[in-house]
């Protein structure tokens, strides 16, 4: 049974960092694509960053320059989101998902879901 899980939340402060991961089991994701979305309260899950099989990478919201970047090691099975300058409207329970090869928009195409974990930026 393929299972992916998130970690690396937790409570910054703004303009804090975090490096959230992904990692599978029971699913190798060098054959997937992973994407990172995000749900805040309230508020509808949208889309992060993705990145194919082959590396190359989607960025669902228009982030400032090194803010986030999304990386993967096949090796290890996982995928990361390194999120930089945390502000507090970044505040949401981050999902990774994957679907074979190549990114997409609509997040209804991903497979695989993990549980989510916590991210909250607050003074």
């Known amino acids: 049974q393929s299972q992916l899980v998130e970690s690396g939340g937790g409570l910054v402060q703004p303009g804090g960092s975090l490096r959230l991961s992904c990692t599978a089991s029971g699913l190798s994701l060098k054959y997937y694509a992973v994407g990172w979305f995000r749900q805040a309260p309230g508020e509808e899950r949208r889309g992060v960053s993705c990145?194919?099989?082959?590396?190359?990478?989607?960025y669902y919201e228009n982030f400032e320059d090194g803010r986030v970047i999304i990386s993967r090691d096949d090796a290890g099975n996982t995928v990361y989101l390194q999120m930089n300058s945390l502000k507090p409207e970044d505040t949401a329970v981050y999902y990774c998902a994957a679907r074979p090869l190549v990114c997409r928009s609509d997040s209804a195409t991903f497979t695989s879901w993990g549980q989510g974990t916590q991210v909250g930026v607050s003074a």
């Open positions: 990145i194919s099989k082959d590396g190359i990478i989607t």
